[in-house]
């Protein structure tokens, strides 16, 4: 009985996760130009199934596979034991391996945020199994495959640094090496605003977001049990909420208007600061993380303007600046009694009497598993640059990647406008 209903809800919120790529479809898309819509949502599709044959193949078998060691796993490749569940199993492993799959799945969508506007249809091709078989899966065997961050102790419920961190940190290696998109900054180095398309599929994608994160970091509990998973969906929502409101006061007050997209990118970085600290904080503590990451996003993404780093997406605010928050958060707010007695991994923050002992594992989770996904990333960029390159010519990117790549345009309609104006 135990067994079938941690089953369905483990489904369920693999589902909802995995629909989180309909949210970064309408997220993406609303934040570029019109001329690059239909690519965007296109290469979402294409790369999430790359992904997911590359991770039933082997990056499954590097985060859990029945042998390895500290560093990375082995064995089991091909779902070879994803059949049924053996006695003693908490969920089905096939469950187990889907829900696992939706997370990998996620971190990469989130560092298409790098490639976005400029970068070829087959670098994502290449760089999707890659990050899949290599970058994502040992980071998450170090902290959930029982790796060496696991045996220190490191905090990441649901996935700050394991999935967002991550991912943001390969996006940061692309835009690197892709560098801006034409006539986004000047010579004297000021930026020009390159707006989104349509916030309304902005807002929309925002909100699928967010509903998808209650499969994200309640599902990450693993089991039904005595309804824990309520309280981390509780402390999910609080800061989301907190997130939102901070980033709106915070541009509000520095500009004097009440921006939507950084609105929309405050609730997402409360998500994301979140994640880690869901189930070891209570929910005061959940309001203060989600209110500073939505506060530390706006300052992160003026930051990276003004280096001439061209963030369409604010990933790396969203999911970097805020991923190490929400890190860091549970080395100063986890509290005895979820850290040590119920989720039982590692120990009380600092505000709690733990010392600097937790912060520092954080710390050091931050650090490393951020250089591991930036460098790996940017070797394998710099080697595809090399053999093949990696940006579109000028000309295909000011025509756009709808037509560029596939040949038809996501709005054909306004396509047919144009042609009519001109002739």
């Not at 629909?19 to 309408?26: E, R, T, V, Y």
């Not at 998973?229 to 509780?234: M, N």
């Not at 994301?272 to 530390?296: H, K, M, N």
Request: aromatic share 14%; proline share 2%.
């Amino acid at each position: 009985m135990e067994l079938g209903l941690n089953a369905v809800w483990i489904m369920l919120a693999a589902i909802l996760v995995i629909f989180m790529q309909g949210g970064f479809i309408m997220l993406e898309a609303g934040s570029t130009r019109m001329k690059n819509a239909g690519h965007v949502a296109g290469k979402t599709i294409f790369t999430f199934g790359i992904c997911t044959l590359v991770f039933w193949a082997i990056g499954y078998a590097f985060i859990f596979g029945s042998q390895g060691n500290a560093i990375i796993g082995w064995g089991d490749y091909f779902g070879f034991s994803l059949m049924s569940a053996s006695e003693g199993d908490s969920l089905p492993p096939a469950v187990f391996f889907v829900f696992q799959l939706a997370f990998a799945a996620v971190s990469l969508s989130i560092a298409w945020a790098g490639f976005a506007e400029r970068a070829k249809l087959s670098v994502y091709i290449i760089f999707a199994v890659l990050f899949t078989a290599i970058v994502y899966p040992i980071i998450a065997h170090w902290v959930w495959g029982g790796g060496w961050l696991a045996e220190h102790g490191k905090q990441d419920f649901a996935g700050s640094t394991v999935v967002h961190l991550t991912g943001a940190c390969a996006a940061l290696a692309a835009t690197m090496l892709l560098r801006p998109r034409i006539g986004k900054y000047n010579k004297d180095g000021s930026a020009n605003q390159m707006p989104g398309h349509n916030q309304v599929y902005t807002t929309l994608g925002v909100l699928i977001l967010w509903v998808g994160w209650f499969g994200f970091n309640a599902g990450s509990t693993g089991a039904v049990g005595d309804g824990f998973f309520g309280f981390v969906a509780l402390n999910t929502q609080l800061a989301a909420a907190a997130g939102a409101i901070g980033a709106l006061f915070t541009v509000w007050l520095a500009t004097g208007k009440a921006d939507v997209p950084t609105t929309l990118n405050g609730a997402l970085a409360g998500l994301v600061a979140i994640t880690a600290s869901c189930a070891f904080v209570e929910p005061w503590a959940a309001v203060i993380i989600g209110l500073l990451g939505g506060i530390l996003c706006y300052y992160s993404m003026r930051f990276f303007e003004k280096r001439r780093i061209d963030d369409p997406i604010a990933a790396l605010s969203v999911h970097g600046t805020a991923g190490i928050w929400g890190t860091l958060s549970t080395g100063f707010f986890a509290t005895p009694q979820l850290a040590e007695e119920i989720v039982g991994v590692g120990r009380a923050g600092l505000f709690y009497g733990g010392g600097f002992a937790q912060l520092g594992v954080q710390a050091m989770g931050v650090v490393v598993c951020g250089l591991f996904a930036f460098l790996v990333s940017f070797i394998i960029l710099a080697i595809i640059k090399g053999l093949i390159g990696l940006r579109v010519t000028e000309e295909q990117e000011i025509m756009g990647l709808d037509l560029a790549e596939h040949g038809v345009y996501g709005y054909p309609e306004q396509l047919k406008k144009a042609d009519t104006v001109t002739s």
